[in-house]
C-alpha cells in the first residue's frame, strides 16, 4: 500500500511541474508574437509612407521635366529670332562699311554678277541710284585664296636674300639680288629667266633700293631707299626712261623692320591694279604691321589701317584683292603659313580667313610677291626662286 501511496504522490507532483512549465512556455510564446506582429504593423505604415512620398516625388519631378521642355521650346523659338536679327545686322553693317571704305580691285564681270544678286534681295521700291552705286563699291573684288595648287622651283641664283617679281603688265621679270644694292636684273620674261645663267639686262639706279620689298609695275619700279642718316623715302622709277618720277616721305619716323624674321625689310611695297600699298611698322615699339594705301601715279597717301596682325614671327605679306595675308614662320624656319588676314573692307568674315601652310621648303621666305594676272606667288627662299600657284573662292557676301 505505501509504496503505490508513493507513486501517486509522484506522478500528482510531475503532472502539476509540467503544466507549469508549459504555461510558461506558452506565455512567453504568445508574446513574442504580440511583439512581432506590433512591429510589422509599423513597418508596414512605414512602408505605406514611403510609397507615398515616392508617388508625390514622381509627380514632381514629371511637372518639372514638362516645364523644362516647354522652356526649352520658347528658348529655342527666340534663339532662331535672335539669329535672323543678327543676320540682318549683318548685312546693315556690311554695307554701312560698304560706304565708308575705299574700293578693293575690280572685276567688272563679277561685278555685275554681284549687283544682280544683291538687286534681287534687296529691291527697294524707289529707285535710288546713289545708293546702289556707293553698295557695288565693296562688291567690286570677290576672291580670296582658298589654297596652294602646286609649288615650281624655278631656279637658284644670287644670294640666301632677295626677291624677284613680274610686271603683270609687261611680262618682264625683275631679280632684287640680296637685301639692298643699287643693280636691278631685268628679263623679257620668265621663260628668259629660267633659261638664262642669271645674268639679265643690268639696270642701275640713282639710289639705292633697302631691303628685298621693292615692286613692279607697267614699266615703273616703286622701291624703299633708306641712305644712312636720312629719312626713309619711297621712290617711283620711270624703267623705259631711267628717271625718278616722284619721290614720297615715309609715313613714320623709325627704321623698325616690318617683318621680325627678316630685319632688313624696313617696308614692303605692293602694286596691283588698286594703285600702291605699302606695309611698314609705325614705330619700333609698334607690335602690329600697318597699312597704306597710296596712289601709284602721284605717291599721295590716302588712307592708312592698323591691320592688327603682329610684327613677331611674320616673314612676309601680301595684297590680294584688297585683303592682305600675313605670312609667318619660327626663327628656326619650319613651315610657313598665313596666319592673319586684314580686309580693308572687312568683308572677309573671321570663318573663311585661310590658314594656309606652304609646302616644306629649304628655309624661309625672304620675300613673297604676288601677281594677280596669274594668281601666283614669287617666292625668295634661301637662294631659290619660286612660284606658288593659288587657288581662289569668292568672298562670302552675306
Ligand atoms: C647675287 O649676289 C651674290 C652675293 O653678293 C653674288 O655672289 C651673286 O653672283 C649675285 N647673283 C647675281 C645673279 O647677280
Ligand atoms: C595689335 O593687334 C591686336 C590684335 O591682333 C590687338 O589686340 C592690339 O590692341 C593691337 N595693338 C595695337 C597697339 O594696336
Not at 600702291?276 to 597717301?301: F, G, R, V
Request: charged residues 25%; proline residues 3%; negative net charge.
Amino acid at each position: 500500500m505505501k509504496p503505490l501511496f508513493i507513486l501517486l504522490v509522484s506522478i500528482a507532483w510531475t503532472f502539476t511541474g509540467a503544466q507549469h512549465y508549459y504555461q510558461g512556455l506558452m506565455d512567453y510564446l504568445e508574446n513574442r508574437l504580440l511583439a512581432i506582429e506590433d512591429r510589422m504593423t509599423l513597418w508596414h505604415e512605414q512602408s505605406h509612407r514611403y510609397h507615398t512620398d515616392m508617388k508625390d516625388f514622381k509627380k514632381l519631378v514629371s511637372e518639372a521635366v514638362d516645364g523644362l521642355q516647354n522652356e526649352h521650346g520658347t528658348l529655342f523659338k527666340n534663339l532662331e529670332g535672335a539669329a535672323v536679327r543678327v543676320d540682318r545686322l549683318e548685312r546693315e553693317m556690311d554695307y554701312v562699311e560698304s560706304q565708308t571704305s575705299p574700293r578693293a580691285c575690280a572685276d567688272k564681270a563679277d561685278k555685275v554678277v554681284e549687283q544682280e544678286a544683291w538687286g534681287l534681295q534687296e529691291r527697294r521700291g524707289e529707285e535710288d541710284e546713289d545708293w546702289e552705286e556707293d553698295y557695288s563699291r565693296v562688291l567690286d573684288c570677290v576672291e580670296i585664296i582658298s589654297g596652294i595648287k602646286s609649288v615650281k622651283i624655278v631656279k637658284r641664283v644670287g644670294s640666301p636674300k632677295g626677291m624677284w617679281t613680274r610686271d603683270p603688265r609687261t611680262s618682264k621679270v625683275y631679280v632684287f639680288n640680296g637685301t639692298s644694292g643699287d643693280t636691278v636684273l631685268q628679263f623679257d620674261s620668265a621663260r628668259d629667266f629660267s633659261r638664262s645663267a642669271g645674268v639679265g639686262g643690268i639696270i642701275s639706279l640713282p639710289s639705292e633700293w633697302s631691303g628685298p620689298g621693292s615692286a613692279v609695275y607697267d614699266n615703273y619700279l616703286f622701291y624703299v631707299t633708306q641712305e644712312a642718316g636720312a629719312d626713309v623715302q619711297v621712290i617711283k622709277y620711270d624703267l623705259l626712261t631711267g628717271v625718278v618720277t616722284d619721290i614720297t616721305m615715309f609715313p613714320m619716323e623709325s627704321h623698325a623692320s616690318v617683318y621680325k624674321l627678316n630685319p632688313e625689310i624696313v617696308a614692303d611695297l605692293v602694286a596691283d591694279d588698286e594703285g600702291l600699298w605699302l606695309l611698314y611698322a609705325a614705330s619700333d615699339s609698334e607690335p602690329n604691321i600697318s597699312l597704306a594705301k597710296m596712289d601709284a601715279a602721284t605717291l599721295d597717301i590716302e588712307q592708312i589701317w592698323d591691320t592688327r596682325c603682329p610684327r613677331e614671327n611674320a616673314e612676309a605679306a601680301f595684297v590680294v584683292c584688297g585683303t592682305v595675308y600675313v605670312v609667318y614662320n619660327t626663327r628656326l624656319a619650319s613651315r610657313s603659313r598665313v596666319q592673319c588676314v586684314f580686309d580693308v573692307n572687312e568683308v572677309v568674315v573671321s570663318e573663311e580667313e585661310p590658314l594656309l601652310y606652304f609646302p616644306r621648303r629649304y628655309g624661309a621666305h625672304a620675300s613673297l610677291k604676288y601677281n594677280a594676272e596669274e594668281k601666283q606667288l614669287y617666292g625668295w627662299d634661301d637662294g631659290y626662286q619660286i612660284i606658288y600657284r593659288l587657288t581662289m573662292k569668292r568672298k562670302l557676301l552675306a
